[in-house]
C-alpha cells in the first residue's frame, strides 16, 4: 500500500484521481469499496450506498471481480456497480421518461439507431442553401443533443453558408422530439434526458442523492460534457461525494462525445477538487513504460514501474510485407510459448489489416439476407463460452425469423416477454449447440442451417438466407463449394491469441501484446508516425490507442510494422535494446 | 410514511377497488362478503415480500370470478391476471432515499409526489400464478428485493390463536422485543452467562447426573466402539435467540410482585390473551421503530371484537389510537362491531361494499360541483363549511344502534319511536321480515334525515354508498292541529264545529318545506326514496283503518284496539257517526271518524309500544282486518 493509495482511500468529496496505466486502479476502486461500505452501513443505514459507475460492461464486471476477490463477498444492495449509461438508465431516464412524455411508459434505449434514417420520414424537406436535402451528410441518426442544449451532427454543425442553422436546429428538434415521442432514444439522448429531468425536477437529484450518497466515476476521462453536467448538477442537489477515476491518455471514445479535456480541467482545479495521482505502474518494466511515455507530454509526471517480475523480454519489432503478417502472429505465437506467456492479445486497427492477418481473401458476401452472417458470429460467442451474448443474439434472429413482419418496437417487446421464458432459453441454447457445423460447403450449410431452424424453432414461413448466384465485387461464385471456415474465420489465431481492436483490450492487463501498425497514413490509422509527442500537445484520439495499447503487456511489447522503415528508425525511437526480428529467424 | 391508496383488481371477490386510507388508523367496515378479508390479504401480500417465510402467497382460487346472466345462461369468466397497486404518502427525507426507485412525481402537479409499489400475478398455466413487481410508475421498473424488508407488518386473523401465538417458539414477538432490548444495551454475555449458571447448578445434582449417567451407558451398550455418541443435559442451549424464546408470559397470582406462581395462558380467557398479544405486538413496533425509522410497519387486525365485550373494544380502540403515534406504522382493523362504528370518526372508517370501498369522510368532499341544496326556500348551495358540519353532525348522530347501517343492504329511515316500533310489526304482516333482506331500520328521532342522506346521494356513481334508502316522513300540514283547541273533547263540542274546521284546514293545509328540503337533497339519485305521510304517521294509520261500514267499524283490527283499552273514546266516535245520513260512509266522513280516531290515539310512545305487541301477538287477525297505510308499503318496497 502506497502513499498515493492511502491519500486516495481517505479522500472524501470531490475527488480527481489521475491514475497512469497499471496503475492498480481498479484494485483502488474495489478497496475503497470495501472501506465506504464498512463506513456507511452505519452511517447511512441499510438503504443508502455508494454507486460506482464505469464505462464498459467489461470494466464494470472487473470492478465486481476485485472486489469479490479482496473481500471475499459480491457487493450487494444498497450498493451498486454498474456501467453509467444503465445508471442514468435506470435511475433517472426510464424512471420519469413519462414526464417528458406523459403517456409514454417504458422507451427502448437503442444500441444502434441508424434504422432512424430509414424511419425517419420527414427528413428530405430539409434543405441546404443549395437546395438539396443535407439528410446525407447529416443523417438523422448523428444528431445529438449538446450540454448547453444546443444541436450538433456527431458534434459538428454544418457551415452557415451550407445550411442555414434555423433549418439545421429545426430539423435536429423535429427528429428529437419525433424520437421522444416514439421512446426510441439512445444512450446519448438518454443522458441529455436525463440531465434535463433533473434541471427541471431538482427533488430528483435530491433524492438520487440519498440513495447514493458517494459516486465513483470509473474511466472518467470518457465521460462526455453531458454527464459532467450532470454529475454537476448532482453536486448541486446534495451529492455529497463524488470521485471521477480515469487517465486522460486512455481517452477512447471521441466517437462517442467523450472528452478528456472535461476530466483534466477538474484535476486542473485544485480550488473546487482535490487532485489526486496514481503514477505507480505495477504491470509493465520500465523499458515498455519508456515506450509508451513517448506520447506523453514532457511536463507529466514520470511513470514509475512497480511491476513485480521483470523478466527482461526486450521490446519486439516486427516488419510486415502484404504476404508475411500470418507468419509473424505464428512467430508471436511461438515467442508466447517459449516465454510461457498465457494471457495475449493481437490487435489492430481496422478490418482490412485484420482480415490479411487472419489470411482471408477480400471479405465474401455470399448472402443477402444478414441472419447468417449474424449466426456465425453466434456460434463462434458459444463456442467462445460467451453463452450469455450467444443467448441473446439468438433470440433477437429468432425473433425476426419468426415474426419477420413485427416492427422494432414490436420485435424488442418480443424479444422482453420472451427473456424469463425458461423453455425458451432452454430450446436456444440446444439451438446454438446443434446448429450444422462450419466445416460444411457454404451451400450445404446454408441449405441445412435454413432447414435446421425452421425445424427446430417451428418457424411458418421458409428460412431463406437469399444465398447469392452471381459473382459481384464482395462474392465469388467459386467459394460455394469450399467449407464456411475458411472464409468465415474464428477471431483469434491458431494457439488462440485473440485479434480484436485496440478497443477490446483497453483496461486490460496482459503478458504479451503484438500491435499492428498501418502503413497507410489515412486520418484513424495508427502509424510508427503518431509514436511520439509533438509541441508538449495533448495527444490525439489515435495515438491515445496507442498509448493504451502499449502500456497493456507485462512482459513482452511486441510492434509490426510495415517493411520500408528502416531499423536506425526504430532503434532511434525505441533505443539501443529493442529486437528487432529479421526475415530469416522469421521463416526459422 | 403510510399507505395512502390501495388499488386492487382482479382478486378474490374484488373486481377492482380504489381505497383512500388515513395515516394512522383505518377500520374497514361492511357486510358479510363485502371482501374486508380481500382488502387485508391484499395488504399482507405486499408485506409478506420481505418475510424469509411468507404467511401468505396467491394461489389459482385467488383470481376474480365474474358471473354474468344473459338470456338465463350463465357465464363465469375468470380473471387471468390480478394486479395490486400500492401508493405511500408522507415519506421522510431518508425515505425518499431509501425508495427511490419507488418515487413518482404527478406530471401534473409535481408537489404530490409518492411511493408506488405494484405487484402482480398471472395465471400463464403451470403449478402456480406468476408473480411480478414493478416500482415507480413504469413498467419493468424493479427496485431491489432488498427493499421490500422496507415493508413490515403484524398480522391478527380473525380465527387468530392468540395464546399458541404467545407461547409459540416460531415468530415469538415477545423474545423479539426482549433481544431488541438485549442487543441495544449489548447485553448478551450476561444474559447468556444467566443460563449457563442455571445449567451448571442444575447438573450438580445428583438427579440430573445420575441421569445422564444412565442414558450414556445405555448410549455406549448401544454404540460400544464409537464413545462420541453421548448427551449432555441442559435446561435451554445458552445462547439469546434460544433463551428469549424460552421467556413466556404467565398470570401471576401475586399481582404485585408479578412473580413465583400463577395461572398458564391456557387458563386465561381468550379476550384477555388477545389483548396481551396486542400489547406485546405495540411493544415490538414500538421498539422496531426506534432502532429503525425508514420501514414502513402496518398493523392489521381482523375483528378485534372477537371475545371482547363491547366496553374493553372501546378500550383497546382507544388505547390503539394512542399508540399508534408514530409517522411510519398505520392500523387497519376489520370489525363487524357496531360499537367500535358508532365511535370513530368518519375518516378512519372505510366502508366496502358490491360496488367499491369508501371513506365515509370523502362523501362530504368534494361535492360543490353538485350544487346541493338543502334550503329550498333561501335556495342556496352548500358550501365546503357546511358540508363539513353536516359531517360532524352525523358523526353526532350516529350512536351503537345506527352505525348498524354501515352493514346492511339497505335502510329504512324513520323519524321516531312510533313508526320504528310499529313498522317492525307491520313487516311481519306482510311477512317481510327486515332482517332478511338486512334492511336496518334507523330512527333519527326527529327529521334531521340530511346529514344521513348525503352518504348515498352523489350524483357521482363512483362516490355514491349505492345502497337502497327510504326515508319515511311526515308532511306535517297545519301544524296548529296539535293545538288545545283541536283536542279530542273539544272536536266533540258545539255539533263538532271544530272537527269541520279541522279537516278543512288539514285538507287545505300545505306540506311543510322538509319535503321539498328532502326531495332537493336527494339530487334525483334513484337509490333514494323519499315517501310522505300525509299529514302524519298517525293520521294516516287512522285512515286507512275505518271501515266504510259505520256499522262494521269494530271489524278493524285497530279500531278494536282502541274499543278495547279506550272505549270511552271509542263510543263518542261511534256516537258521531250516528249523525251520517248512511251506514256506508262518504269519503269526507270516513276523514273526519278518522280525525277523532287519530285524536283517541294515546300518547305517541305508549301506543305505538302497546299496539305493536297487540298486531305480533295476533298476527293472524291484523293479517285480515289491519291495513298498513299504503307510503309505507311503497316505501318498504323500494327496499326489496
Known amino acids: ?588 | 410514511m403510510y399507505l395512502s391508496k390501495l388499488l386492487i383488481k382482479h382478486y378474490r371477490g374484488i373486481e377492482k377497488v380504489e381505497i383512500d386510507f388515513e395515516p394512522k388508523i383505518n377500520i374497514i367496515i361492511g357486510e358479510n362478503g363485502s371482501c374486508k378479508s380481500a382488502v387485508i390479504d391484499a395488504i399482507r401480500l405486499l408485506y409478506n415480500l420481505g418475510e424469509p417465510i411468507r404467511e401468505i402467497s396467491v394461489s389459482f382460487d385467488d383470481f376474480h370470478e365474474k358471473v354474468t346472466t344473459e338470456n338465463d345462461v350463465q357465464t363465469i369468466d375468470k380473471a387471468t391476471l390480478i394486479e395490486i397497486a400500492y401508493e405511500f404518502r408522507g415519506l421522510s427525507t431518508a425515505q425518499k432515499g431509501a425508495f427511490y426507485e419507488y418515487m413518482v412525481i404527478d406530471p401534473d402537479n409535481s408537489e404530490n409526489d409518492y411511493a408506488k409499489i405494484t405487484i402482480s400475478y398471472e395465471d400463464k398455466g403451470g403449478k402456480y400464478p406468476q408473480f411480478t413487481y414493478n416500482t415507480g410508475d413504469i413498467d419493468g421498473q424493479k427496485a431491489e428485493y432488498k427493499t421490500f424488508e422496507l415493508f413490515q407488518h403484524y398480522y391478527l386473523g380473525a380465527l387468530r390463536d392468540s395464546t399458541r401465538d404467545l407461547l409459540n417458539t416460531r415468530g415469538n414477538i415477545l423474545g423479539r422485543v426482549i433481544k431488541r432490548y438485549i442487543e441495544r444495551n449489548e447485553t448478551e454475555v450476561e444474559i447468556e452467562q444467566i443460563m449457563r449458571t442455571a445449567n451448571d447448578q442444575l447438573l450438580e445434582r445428583n438427579e440430573v447426573k445420575e441421569t445422564r449417567k444412565g442414558v450414556n451407558e445405555n448410549l455406549s451398550g448401544i454404540f460400544k466402539k464409537f464413545p462420541e455418541n453421548k448427551i449432555g443435559l441442559q435446561i435451554e442451549q445458552s445462547k439469546t435467540e434460544y433463551i428469549v424464546n424460552a421467556i413466556k408470559p404467565f398470570l401471576p397470582h401475586n399481582r404485585q410482585t408479578l412473580k413465583d406462581e400463577g395461572f398458564h395462558l391456557w387458563q386465561n380467557s381468550l379476550g384477555f390473551n388477545n389483548l396481551i398479544y396486542i400489547a406485546t405486538v405495540l411493544g415490538d413496533i414500538k421498539e422496531q421503530i426506534v432502532d429503525n425509522s425508514t420501514p414502513h410497519y402496518a398493523l392489521l387486525i381482523e375483528e378485534p371484537e372477537a371475545h371482547l365485550h363491547p366496553q374493553l373494544q372501546l378500550s383497546l380502540y382507544n388505547f390503539l389510537k394512542q399508540a399508534i403515534t408514530s409517522e411510519n406504522s398505520q392500523l387497519f382493523i376489520t370489525t363487524h362491531s357496531p360499537t367500535l362504528t358508532s365511535k370513530v370518526p368518519l375518516e378512519n372508517l372505510v366502508l366496502l361494499d358490491d360496488n367499491g370501498a369508501y371513506r365515509l369522510s370523502n362523501q362530504f368532499k368534494d361535492r360543490i360541483g353538485e350544487n346541493l341544496i338543502e334550503d329550498t326556500a333561501q335556495n342556496v348551495t352548500l358550501t365546503k363549511a357546511d358540508l363539513e358540519f353536516r359531517q360532524k353532525k352525523l358523526e353526532r348522530y350516529i350512536d351503537v344502534t345506527k352505525s348498524q347501517l354501515f352493514y346492511a343492504k339497505a335502510g329504512l329511515y324513520v323519524e321516531g319511536i312510533s313508526e320504528e316500533l310499529l313498522i317492525s310489526a307491520f313487516t311481519a304482516l306482510e311477512d317481510y321480515r327486515l332482517e332478511d333482506y338486512r334492511i336496518e331500520l334507523v330512527n333519527v328521532r326527529g327529521t334531521s334525515f340530511y346529514p344521513f342522506m348525503y352518504l348515498f346521494n352523489s350524483s357521482n356513481p363512483r362516490k355514491r354508498i349505492n345502497k337502497q334508502i327510504t326515508i319515511l316522513t311526515d308532511d306535517d300540514r297545519f301544524p296548529e292541529s296539535k293545538g288545545k283547541d283541536y283536542a279530542f273533547d273539544r272536536l266533540l263540542e258545539d255539533n263538532y264545529t271544530k272537527l269541520n274546521e279541522l279537516d278543512t284546514n288539514i285538507q287545505t293545509g300545505a306540506s311543510v318545506t322538509r319535503v321539498a328540503n328532502l326531495t332537493s337533497v336527494a339530487n334525483n339519485v334513484t337509490n333514494i326514496n323519499i315517501q310522505t305521510a300525509f299529514k302524519t304517521f298517525e293520521y294516516e294509520l287512522a285512515l286507512h283503518n275505518i271501515n266504510n261500514d259505520r256499522t262494521h267499524l269494530k271489524d278493524n283490527f285497530l279500531f278494536a284496539f282502541m274499543d278495547t283499552n279506550y272505549s270511552a273514546k271509542t263510543e263518542r266516535i261511534i256516537e258521531y257517526t250516528q249523525t251520517f245520513a248512511n251506514d256506508q260512509m262518504t269519503g269526507e266522513e270516513k276523514r273526519k271518524v278518522a280525525i277523532l280516531l287519530w285524536k283517541a290515539l294515546p300518547a305517541k310512545a305508549e301506543f305505538a309500544q302497546d299496539f305493536s305487541i297487540h298486531i305480533l301477538s295476533n298476527l293472524e287477525q291484523a293479517k285480515t282486518s289491519f291495513t298498513v297505510p299504503p307510503y309505507i308499503l311503497q316505501g318498504l318496497t323500494h327496499l326489496k
Not at chain 1, 480550488?271 to 518494466?285: A, I, K, T, V
Not at chain 1, 513504460?289 to 506523453?296: G, Y
Not at chain 1, 460444411?440 to 432447414?451: H, P, Y
Request: glycine fraction near 4%.
Open chain 1, 1 to 588: 500500500m502506497n502513499k498515493q493509495r492511502e491519500a486516495f482511500l481517505a479522500a472524501k468529496g470531490k475527488v480527481v484521481l489521475n491514475a497512469c496505466p497499471g496503475s492498480g486502479k481498479t484494485i483502488a476502486i474495489a478497496k475503497k469499496l470495501i472501506k465506504l461500505q464498512k463506513e456507511y452501513d452505519s452511517l447511512y443505514g441499510k438503504y443508502s450506498g455508494v454507486a460506482c459507475l464505469s464505462f464498459t460492461n467489461t470494466a464494470k464486471d472487473e470492478i465486481n471481480e476485485k472486489y469479490k476477490q479482496l473481500s471475499g463477498n459480491i457487493l450487494r444492495f444498497p450498493h451498486k456497480i454498474s456501467t453509467i449509461d444503465s445508471f442514468i438508465n435506470q435511475y433517472i431516464t426510464l424512471q420519469f421518461y413519462y414526464l417528458m412524455n406523459k403517456n409514454f411508459k417504458r422507451p427502448k434505449i437503442l444500441d444502434d439507431n441508424s434504422f432512424i434514417d430509414d424511419a425517419w420520414k420527414p427528413k428530405y424537406r430539409f434543405k441546404g442553401l443549395d437546395g438539396k436535402p443535407f439528410c446525407f451528410a447529416y443523417p438523422p441518426s448523428s444528431i445529438r443533443f449538446e450540454s448547453d442544449g444546443t444541436f450538433s451532427s456527431n458534434g459538428y454543425r454544418p457551415a452557415e453558408d451550407k445550411v442555414k442553422p434555423e433549418v439545421f436546429d429545426d430539423y435536429c428538434k423535429q427528429i428529437k422530439s419525433w424520437q421522444i415521442k416514439n421512446g426510441l432514444i439512445t444512450t446519448g439522448d438518454s443522458a441529455y434526458i436525463a440531465l434535463h429531468l433533473l434541471t427541471e425536477y431538482p427533488k430528483i437529484g435530491n433524492w438520487l442523492a440519498l440513495r447514493f450518497p458517494h459516486l465513483i466515476v470509473d474511466e472518467a476521462q470518457d465521460n462526455s460534457e453531458v454527464q459532467y453536467a450532470l454529475f454537476e448538477k448532482l453536486v448541486e442537489d446534495g451529492l455529497k461525494n463524488i470521485e471521477f477515476v480515469g487517465d486522460p491518455y486512455q481517452s477512447l471514445y471521441e466517437w462517442r462525445d467523450a472528452d478528456p479535456q472535461l476530466f483534466l480541467e477538474k484535476y486542473a482545479d485544485t480550488e473546487n477538487w482535490q487532485g489526486l495521482d496514481l503514477s505507480d505502474d505495477h504491470r509493465s518494466p520500465q523499458r515498455i513504460i519508456e515506450c509508451f511515455s513517448l506520447i506523453r507530454k514532457e511536463t507529466d509526471p514520470k511513470i514509475d514501474s512497480a511491476c513485480e517480475e521483470d523478466r527482461e523480454i526486450p521490446i519486439v519489432v516486427y516488419k510486415y510485407t502484404d504476404t508475411n503478417s500470418a507468419i509473424i502472429v505464428q512467430h508471436f505465437d511461438k515467442q508466447c510459448q517459449n516465454y510461457g506467456l498465457t494471457n495475449n492479445q493481437i490487435v489492430v486497427r481496422g478490418n482490412a489489416l485484420k482480415n490479411q492477418m487472419l489470411g482471408k481473401e477480400a471479405e465474401q458476401k455470399p448472402w443477402k439476407s444478414w441472419i447468417p452472417y449474424l449466426i456465425i458470429e453466434v456460434k463462434n460467442q458459444y463456442l467462445g463460452n460467451e453463452i450469455k451474448a450467444a443467448i441473446k443474439t439468438i433470440r433477437t434472429i429468432t425473433v425476426k425469423l419468426k415474426y419477420p413482419d413485427a416492427g422494432f418496437h414490436e420485435s424488442k417487446e418480443l424479444e422482453n416477454s420472451l427473456k424469463d421464458d425458461h423453455l425458451f432459453n432452454a430450446l436456444l441454447l440446444e439451438t446454438l449447440h446443434d446448429l450444422p457445423k462450419f466445416d460444411l460447403s457454404i451451400t450445404d450449410w446454408t441449405s441445412q442451417t435454413q432447414a435446421f431452424l425452421k425445424n427446430k424453432l417451428d418457424i411458418k414461413n421458409e428460412v431463406d438466407f437469399d444465398l447469392k448466384n452471381r459473382n459481384s465485387k464482395y462474392f465469388d461464385k467459386a467459394i460455394l463449394v469450399e467449407p464456411v471456415e475458411n472464409h468465415f474465420k474464428k477471431p483469434y489465431s491458431e494457439s488462440k491469441i485473440p485479434i480484436t481492436t485496440v478497443h477490446q483490450v483497453k483496461g486490460k492487463s496482459l503478458e504479451a501484446i503484438l500491435i499492428f501498425f498501418n502503413a497507410n497514413k489515412h486520418k484513424d490509422n495508427i502509424t510508427f508516425e503518431d509514436i511520439i509527442n509533438n509541441h508538449d500537445a495533448f495527444p490525439s484520439e489515435k495515438q491515445r490507442i496507442i498509448y493504451v495499447a502499449m502500456s497493456r503487456p507485462k512482459h513482452l511489447l511486441a510492434m509490426a510494422f510495415p517493411e520500408d522503415l528502416s531499423d536506425d528508425e526504430f532503434r532511434e525511437k525505441f533505443g539501443e535494446d529493442i529486437k528487432i526480428v529479421t526475415e530469416q529467424e522469421l521463416n526459422e
